[in-house]
C-alpha cells in the first residue's frame, strides 16, 4: 500500500525533475500519477505537468492528447480552468508546428463554454495565430518584406479572419504588441502599405514591459523603415531605422539596410559612414561581407581610391582562403552527394549543418529555409531514436529489476515488509545464540563440541545482520559507494579515451600536411588501427556503464548478500537442530527455558515465512500484469524501430542532396564575395588609369594651347619684320 503522501510525495519529484529540464523523467513520473489517479484532488496539475513535459521532449503527438483532455475536463472541472489558456496556446503551436489544424476548431469550442471573465485575451490572440498560419504557410511567409515581388498563395478570407481576431486583442494585454505586429504583416501581405505602417507604429510606441516586446518592437521598426522606403518616403524611413537600439540583435540589420536608403538619396557619405560603423560595432555580422563591399564601391564613387582598396583587399584577404578551401573540398570528393549523404547516416543523431563547413566558413554562412526543414527533419528523427532508445533501456531496466532474485525490491511498499521480516529473522538468530549461550560449553563429546564449534564460528556473522532500517541503509550504501567508485574509474577512462582521440586526430591532420607519401599511407593504417581500438574501448566503456546501472536497481533486500545471509542463517538452525539432537541423545540434560525459547522462535520463523509466501504471491501477480505490458510495448518497439530504419534511409537521400545545395549555395556565396572584391579592385584600377589619361589629356591640350599661343606670337614677330624691310628700302 501506498504512503498517505505518496501522489504529494511524486508530485513534487515530477515536478523537481521538470524544473531542472529534465522532461523526460518528469513525463515518467507524471504519466504513473495521471494513469494510476485519477480521482486525486491534484490530479489536474499532473495532468498539465504532464502534457507540458511530453511536449518540451519534443512528444508533440502525446502532448496534444493530453492538451486535449485538459480543455475537455475545463467545462466541469474549474480545477482545470487555470490550464486552459496555456494548453489552448501549447495545441496551437502543435498544430503550428506539424501544419495539421485538424481539430483545432473543436478546440475553440471548448474553450468558449466558459464564462467570458474567465476567457482572456490570450484566446483572441491564439486564434488569430490559428487563422494565419492556416492562411499563410510559414515557409512563405514574406514577414514585412514589401521588396519580395512574388506573393505566397494567401486565404484573403482567412487572412482577414486572423486580422479580426488579432484586432480584438486590447491594449494592456501581454499580447498586444504581437497582436499589432501580425496586423501590420496581414496589411503588408496585403499591400496595404499605410495601413501597415500604422500598425507597426503602434507597436513601437506601447511600452516595452518585457524581453519579448522589446524584441517585437525592433522588428516592427525595420518593417517600418522597409515601407516607408517601398512608399518613398526616404527620410522617415531613415529616422525608423536610426531608432532601432545598439542593444538590439537587430542593430546590424538596421545599419545595412539604412546605408541603401542613404544611397537612394543620393548621400554617399552618410551611406560610407553607416557602412563603417556596421563593421565597428558588428565585426562578426553577417551582413558585414556585402557591407564591406558596398562600402568599397561607396569610397571608390567618392574618388578615395587608396582607402577603397584597402577595404577590398581586406574582403580579399578575409574571404580568398575561405573560398579555396571551399574548392578544394569539392574537389576531394569523386560524388559529393554521396560524401554528404555519408555525413548525414554518420551524424544522424546530432547533424550540425556547420560541421561539413569549413571553420572560418560557418561564422559567415546562413541555412536557407530548404536547410532549416531539413534539420527540423533530422532533429524529429533524432529525437524519436532517442525516445526509442529510452524505452528500450527503460525496458532492460525493468527486466533487470523483475527478473532478479530480489523481484520484491521492485515494489516499495512490498519492500518494505521483506526488509521487516528479514530483520525480525536476524533478530531471531541472535535470540538463538544468546539462548545457547546460557547452557554449559563442555559436554566432553567431540562430536558435539565440534558441532557447537561450527555453530559459534556463524554468531559473529548473525550479528552483523541487519536488523533495523538504519542497518538497512547503511548497508545498500555500502554497495552503492562501490559502485559509484567504478563508475568513477570509468569516467577517467573516458576522459583518457577522449584524449587518445584528440592526439589522433592531430596526427590525422599532421599526416595530411605531409609530403611524404610512403610514411603518410603507412602513418594513416597505424592510425586506422588505433581508431578502431579507441571505439572498441569506448563501447566497452558504455557496456559497462550500462551493466553497473542494471546492477545498482538489484541492489537491497533479496540480492546476492542478503542470499548469503539466508544460507548462514539456515545452516545455523542446521546445527542448532543438531545439537540439540546429539545432547538427548547423549542423554545430556538440556535447559527447559532454552527449549521453549527455541521452539517459540521456531514458530514465529514459520509466521514469517506465510508472511513471506504471501508477500511473493502479490509480487508474482504484480510482475505478471507488468511483464503482459512490457512484452506488448516490446513488438511496438520492434515496429518502431523497424519505421524508424525506413524513414533513416529516406531521410539519408533527402538531407544528403539538401546539404549538398546548400554547400552548393555557401560556396557560391563566398565565391561571388571575392569576384565582387576583385572585380572592385580592377574598378579601382580602371578609375586610376581613366584618371591618369584624363590628366595626360589635360596636360597634352593645355600643351597644345601653350604651342599654339607660341606659334601665334611667333607669327605676329614674323609679320611684323617683314612688313618693315620695303619700307627702309625706300
Known amino acids: 500500500m501506498h504512503s498517505p503522501t505518496y501522489f504529494e510525495e511524486r508530485l513534487a519529484d515530477g515536478e523537481l525533475f521538470y524544473r531542472l529540464e ?26 498539465y505537468l504532464l502534457a507540458d513535459s511530453l511536449y518540451m521532449a519534443n512528444d508533440v503527438v502525446g502532448a496534444r492528447r493530453r492538451f486535449e483532455q485538459v480543455l475537455q475536463q475545463a467545462s466541469s472541472n474549474a480545477a482545470y480552468r487555470p490550464y486552459v489558456q496555456r494548453s489552448l496556446g501549447r495545441l496551437i503551436e502543435i498544430a503550428i508546428r506539424t501544419r495539421n489544424f485538424e481539430g483545432v476548431e473543436q478546440y475553440f469550442g471548448l474553450v468558449s463554454q466558459l464564462a467570458p471573465a474567465e476567457v482572456e485575451a490570450a484566446t483572441a490572440y491564439y486564434r488569430g495565430k490559428f487563422l494565419y498560419n492556416r492562411a499563410v504557410p510559414v515557409e512563405d511567409v514574406l514577414r514585412a518584406d514589401p ?58 510606441k506601447a511600452p516595452a514591459t518585457t524581453e519579448e516586446h522589446a524584441a517585437v518592437a525592433d522588428l516592427a521598426r525595420l518593417a517600418v523603415g522597409r515601407l ?7 527620410d522617415a524611413a531613415v529616422q525608423s531605422y536610426q531608432t532601432v537600439p545598439r542593444t538590439s540583435p ?43 563591399l558596398l562600402r568599397g564601391n561607396l569610397l571608390l564613387r567618392n574618388g578615395k581610391h587608396d582607402e577603397a582598396e584597402e577595404v577590398f583587399k581586406q574582403v580579399r584577404k578575409r574571404f580568398g582562403p575561405i573560398q579555396r578551401e571551399l574548392e578544394d573540398m569539392v574537389k576531394e570528393y569523386d560524388d559529393p552527394v554521396a560524401h554528404f549523404r555519408d555525413l548525414v547516416r554518420e551524424n544522424m543523431d546530432d547533424f550540425d549543418p556547420g560541421a561539413f563547413l569549413p571553420a572560418r566558413a560557418r561564422q559567415w554562412s546562413e541555412a ?123 569516467s577517467a577512462l573516458g576522459v583518457e579515451v577522449m584524449g587518445l582521440e584528440a592526439r589522433l586526430t592531430a596526427l590525422e591532420r599532421y599526416s595530411a600536411d605531409s609530403k611524404t607519401p610512403a610514411a603518410t599511407e603507412a602513418l594513416k593504417a597505424e592510425l586506422e588501427q588505433h581508431r578502431a581500438a579507441a571505439k572498441s574501448f569506448r563501447k566497452d566503456i558504455t557496456e559497462y556503464v550500462r551493466l553497473i546501472e542494471l546492477a545498482r536497481l538489484q541492489v537491497g533486500v533479496g540480492d546476492s548478500r542478503y542470499q548469503r545471509d539466508d544460507r548462514n542463517r539456515a545452516q545455523y538452525l542446521e546445527l542448532i537442530a543438531r545439537e540439540r539432537q546429539l545432547m538427548a541423545s547423549l542423554g545430556i540434560r538440556r535447559d527447559s527455558g532454552v527449549d521453549a525459547g527455541l521452539e517459540r522462535a521456531a514458530r514465529l520463523d514459520a509466521s514469517l515465512a506465510q508472511r513471506d509466501a504471501a508477500v511473493d504471491v502479490i509480487v508474482e501477480e504484480r510482475i505478471s500484469g507488468m511483464r503482459s505490458v512490457i512484452d506488448e510495448e516490446t513488438e511496438k518497439l520492434a515496429g518502431y524501430r523497424t519505421s524508424l530504419d525506413s524513414l533513416s534511409g529516406e531521410a539519408e537521400e533527402v538531407v544528403g542532396g539538401v546539404t549538398y545545395a546548400n554547400f552548393e549555395s555557401v560556396r557560391k556565396r563566398f565565391y561571388d564575395l571575392v569576384l565582387r572584391a576583385d572585380v572592385g579592385r580592377i574598378d579601382i584600377a580602371w578609375a586610376r588609369r581613366e584618371e591618369h589619361r584624363m590628366k ?14 607660341i606659334d601665334g606670337e611667333f607669327e605676329e614677330i614674323s609679320d611684323t619684320g617683314t612688313s618693315t624691310e620695303p619700307e627702309a628700302a625706300q
Open 22 to 47: 529534465d522532461y523526460t523523467r518528469a513525463a515518467i513520473i507524471f504519466t504513473d500519477l495521471v494513469e494510476n489517479h485519477a480521482n486525486h484532488r491534484a490530479f489536474p496539475d499532473a495532468l
Open 147 to 204: 521588396k519580395a515581388s512574388a506573393q505566397p498563395p494567401m486565404d484573403l478570407a482567412q487572412l482577414d479572419q486572423a486580422r479580426q481576431a488579432f484586432e480584438s486583442v486590447k491594449e494592456g494585454s501581454p499580447y498586444y504588441p504581437q497582436a499589432r505586429y501580425f496586423i501590420g504583416v496581414i496589411h503588408t501581405l496585403k499591400r496595404e502599405f499605410p495601413q501597415a505602417i500604422n500598425a507597426f507604429l503602434r507597436v513601437v
Open 228 to 234: 516607408y522606403y517601398e512608399t518613398d518616403q526616404l
Open 250 to 292: 537587430h542593430f546590424d540589420r538596421a545599419l545595412y539596410e539604412v546605408a541603401w536608403v542613404f544611397i537612394r538619396l543620393g548621400d554617399a557619405t552618410r551611406a560610407e559612414r553607416a557602412l563603417e560603423i556596421l563593421a565597428i560595432a558588428s565585426p562578426d555580422s553577417r551582413y558585414l561581407a556585402d557591407g564591406e
Open 368 to 490: 536557407d529555409a530548404d536547410m532549416d526543414r531539413a534539420l527540423s527533419v533530422l532533429s524529429d528523427l533524432s529525437t524519436s531514436r532517442r525516445m526509442t532508445n529510452e524505452i528500450e533501456d527503460l525496458i532492460d531496466r525493468l527486466n533487470a529489476a523483475l527478473g532478479g532474485a530480489n523481484r520484491v525490491h521492485a515494489f516499495a511498499d512490498l519492500r518494505r515488509d521483506r526488509e521487516r521480516s528479514v530483520a525480525l529473522r536476524n533478530q531471531l538468530a541472535v535470540i538463538r545464540a544468546e539462548l545457547l549461550a546460557r547452557e554449559s560449553a563442555t559436554t566432553g563429546n567431540a562430536e558435539l563440541d565440534k558441532v557447537r564449534a561450527e555453530r559459534r564460528q556463524l554468531e559473529p556473522l548473525l550479528k552483523k545482520m541487519p536488523r533495523s532500517d538504519e542497518d538497512f541503509e547503511v548497508r545498500d550504501q555500502q554497495l552503492f559507494a562501490r559502485y559509484r567508485e567504478m563508475s568513477k574509474e570509468l
Open 696 to 709: 595626360v589629356d589635360t596636360l597634352t591640350r593645355a600643351r597644345s594651347s601653350e604651342l599654339q599661343a
